[in-house]
């Protein structure tokens, strides 16, 4: 199989704190992962490219200061939020492409659902 | 450069009955077509993909879609809905072999009724 996991499932944090999200490929090596954020009724938006070892590639209007992302390792991706704010609370899905089977196909973990209080 | 359209935000049909969801993409170079669909509180599962070659394709659950290039269509569609296919369905395209830089609709929530 090609399974995603993320870390934690759900997390709910003050305003002003940080909050790093897992995403880990368990059974495959990751040749890139990808970070989204869906807003409640919406569809998914694309924040940035990451790949192991290099920087991570931003969409126009994702402030890359508010979200790190770093890909120590072919399996793993993280995703920090930094000074959290209300308007950060969001669903985050990680995804990945598998190295072996080429980049026709991307992988979804199932979903970080933050909560900034 | 490339988009989606997903043609109704909500369909809902009957159970037994045929489950039609539409998307018309629009790229600037030969696409690929995904669905997708998601589960409450989930990641996104894929369905089916268009990448070259036959031009109906068909995926799991029972679903299939056809690309029509003419079109610009990729429908996807099921000849009998289960009460378990509820769910939100997601069209994407991609300009590139490279999926995750897709771009997505605004999904359809499928409602079926028993």
């Known amino acids: 199989g090609a399974v995603v996991s993320q870390h934690p499932s759900w997390v709910i944090c003050k305003s002003g704190t940080s909050v790093k999200i897992e995403c880990r490929s368990l059974d495959f090596q990751a040749t890139t992962m990808f970070w989204y954020r869906q807003f409640p009724k919406k569809s998914l938006m694309l924040m940035a490219t990451?790949?192991?070892?290099?920087?991570?590639?931003?969409e126009q209007g994702v402030e890359k200061d508010k979200f790190l992302i770093n890909h120590a390792s072919l399996t793993l991706s993280t995703l920090t939020v930094t000074s959290a704010h209300p308007e950060d609370s969001s669903f985050y899905i990680c995804?990945?492409?598998?190295?072996?089977?080429?980049?026709?196909?991307?992988?979804f973990g199932p979903g970080t659902r933050l909560t900034v209080t | 450069a490339q988009s989606v359209t997903q043609l109704g935000s909500h369909v809902s049909v009957s159970e037994g009955a045929l489950v039609l969801l539409r998307c018309n993409y629009s790229s600037s170079v030969p696409p690929y077509l995904f669905w997708y669909v998601q589960y409450p509180n989930q990641g996104l599962q894929l369905l089916l993909k268009y990448t070259t070659g036959a031009t109906l394709v068909k995926g799991i659950n029972g679903f299939e879609a056809e690309f029509k290039k003419s079109e610009t269509s990729f429908h996807l569609t099921k000849p009998s809905a289960h009460m378990s296919d509820a769910a939100e369905y997601f069209c994407a395209v991609s300009g590139s072999t490279n999926a995750g830089k897709s771009t997505f609709g605004d999904g359809t929530t499928l409602t079926v009724k028993p």
């Open positions: 990451s790949n192991e070892g290099s920087k991570a590639t931003y």
């Open positions: 995804s990945a492409t598998n190295r072996d089977r080429g980049t026709y196909e991307q992988y």
